[in-house]
């Protein structure tokens, strides 16, 4: 007799769901936010400050893709639309010119740094606020293991976010 898939059990059904909705809804939710008051979309925003994340201002587009978790050819796109309004410059990286670079302009560190205020109002007030100290705390620890068994899998995503994780302890 085959055995049938062990399925959850009606909490995790529950828990999962209610993970789902927030994973389905937040991102939605930032993104109507900085669309609303910054005029950037929420990947745009994560590229912007994905810049802003090293000293440089400069990040390969492929890192910028692993960090977003977008493919190349989106990034590419969005990149061409930061360009047009210039808040992003493109240039050959210095060490392999088959490579491109997406540079932070002036231009792009202000509208990160317009926008960051009402984004971070935003996270504080749809994720923070209603957890109180040890519900941030174990939101965290939830985060950091899950991340974790993530890492062990073969996503190309897991070590950028390892060494993000890593550097904001």
Sequence with gaps: MTEGPDWLSAD?????????????????????QLQRDSQ??????????GLTEVPSG????????????????????????LERRGLVERHPDPD???????VLTEQGRAKIEQAAPGHVATVRRLVFDGLG??????????ATRIVAALD???LPLAPTIRKALRESR
């Design 96 to 102: 392999d010119a088959r490579v491109t670079n997406a």
């Design 12 to 32: 995790e059904a529950r828990t999962w769901r209610a993970l789902h909705a927030a994973l389905v809804l937040l991102p939605a939710a930032l993104d109507a």
């Design 152 to 154: 062990e899998t073969d």
């Design 58 to 81: 400069r990040r390969r587009l492929s890192e910028l893709a692993i960090l977003t978790n977008a493919e190349l050819s989106r990034i590419s796109h969005l990149v061409t639309r």
């Design 40 to 49: 950037v979309s929420y990947l745009e925003y994560y590229v912007l400050a």
């Design 133 to 142: 100290e040890a519900g941030r705390d174990e939101l965290k620890n939830t």
